[in-house]
């Protein structure tokens, strides 16, 4: 019983990193059109700018979350403006672009951080909350979860409430119809990349105290954002909140009771699955026309 | 304003869709394009409102060129379109959508106003206003898509195809409010296969066939013209 409630607590915390990484590609990708590869390298380069500047330089530990989340975003505006934008009208280009990008970041960590072993962040929050006597959350974690749940809180009233989030959602939907609104599509995919990059940067840099940091540690997340993504259905952000929950409950249980490797495997089939039978997804929209 | 289009050309992919036509459109207007599918009704509509560029010629509006800009910057001019199709925001409720079609105006008065006359000529979608535009009926779509057009406060309105897959008595609703909405001013350009309900509204006439204008009169005369009953009034 302790186990099965400790365990659950761990997969809902958990939820929070990859909603956060999720999140963000979906709405890269809704907007945009394009799918981002290079999604996990830039929360790798999150967790690495917590690494090199709180770690190894002694920044305060929140100055530095607020750094890498702006220097993750610039690294985003950067890829939208000069690749993205180009290949407009080429999904698959924007793909490829983002698959170079990925090796570049992976390459510069290498050059910032040396080969060798995985770096690790010491936690700048310690001790433990214990809850019944039983239940015990690191506060490092409980941090890091109420950071994620706040930044999506605030991500789904910007999209619902305000004018910019309703056109944001509106390009997701129909860029030409939006722009005849007067919605500038470039300035929003701007604001989507931006956004979204920044939320995968948050992503690691609150995951940098509490995971090896490595220039290949983008691999996993992106993984699990695109079985999130495919679960939740692809283009609905609700959907990869949901499903963000419900895998991380999922891969939380099957480490603890099996092992981590099982856990991915069948993350992996549970994704193929969805898309061959049900490939919207949970929330996702069957595609007409 | 006037509108004028002079020596239009427009390709895709080196097949051109319009091979040089010229009009102009006066303050007040209501012209009607009619033709044949592929003639270049929606080229047109769409190279007016920026979606497309053109090959050559140009477009004017007072005398400054429009052409060259972007859709987002053309409906800051006053130059509000409806697509054909319809293209609502389907995923967003009916007031996001009214609001959307606002989006060039900050001014909160302007915009509450404008709403407040949408749903006085549209009172089903006052009624719909928070439901999901997607769950709607053709007719209340097609409604919608003229709201989110007028909320821009357009003084020239393009519409392709309003009338397309509806019931006729939705059909007539919709005629019978773009004939009041040109009584208070607003320029139409009318897009329609329907040319019989097309030339009921409109004042003026143009017959598009293959990227050239055939014909160009009063719409009562292109009414009775006989290559124009056979051709697109099914007479």
Known sequence: ?289 | MKLSVSNLEVSYNKVSALRGISFEVDSGDFVTLIGSNGAGKSTTLRTISGLVKPSGGEITLDGARIDNLDPDVIVQKRIGHVPEGRRIFKDLSVSENLMLGAYIHRDRNTVEKTIKQVFEHFPRLHDRRNQQAGTMSGGEQQMLAIGRALMSRPKILLLDEPSLGLAPIIVKEIGEFLSELNSQGVTVILVEQNADLALQLARFGYVLETGLIAMADRAANLADNEHVKKAYLGI
């Open chain 1, 1 to 289: 019983m302790e186990l099965l409630v400790q365990t659950m607590v761990n997969g809902i915390i958990q939820s929070g990193f990859y909603a956060l990484a999720a999140v963000g590609l979906v709405l890269i990708f809704g907007v945009m059109k394009v799918v981002n590869f290079a999604h996990g390298e830039l929360t790798m380069v999150g967790a690495y700018s917590v690494w090199f500047l709180h770690a190894q330089n002694d920044m305060p530990f929140l100055l530095t979350v607020v750094t890498a989340v702006v220097l993750v975003a610039m690294i985003g505006l950067l890829m939208e403006r000069f690749l993205f934008r180009p290949m407009t009208d080429s999904p698959l280009g924007g793909l490829i672009c983002s698959i170079g990008v990925l090796f570049v970041l992976q390459v510069a960590a290498t050059l910032v951080g040396g080969e060798g072993p995985s770096k690790q962040v010491p936690p700048p929050y310690e001790g433990t909350l214990v809850l019944f006597d039983m239940l015990r959350i690191p506060y490092q974690r409980l941090f890091s979860f109420a950071v994620a749940a706040t930044t999506l809180g605030l991500l789904w009233y910007f999209l619902t409430r305000m004018r910019i989030g309703w056109a944001l959602r509106a390009v997701a939907q129909d860029r030409e119809a939006a722009s005849l609104q007067g919605i500038n599509s470039n300035r929003m995919s701007m604001i989507a990349m931006g956004v979204g990059a920044a939320m995968a940067g948050l992503a690691g840099a609150l995951m940098a105290p509490l995971t090896n940091i490595n220039p290949h540690m983008g691999h996993n997340v992106i993984i699990t954002a695109f079985i999130v993504t495919i679960v939740g259905g692809v283009g609905s952000l609700p959907g990869a909140v949901i499903a963000s929950v419900l895998y991380a409950l999922f891969h939380t249980f099957v480490t603890t009771y099996f092992s981590g490797t099982i856990a991915t495997i069948s993350g992996l089939v549970i994704m193929v699955l969805i898309l061959i039978v049900r490939p919207s997804g949970i929330l996702g929209k069957r595609v007409t026309e």
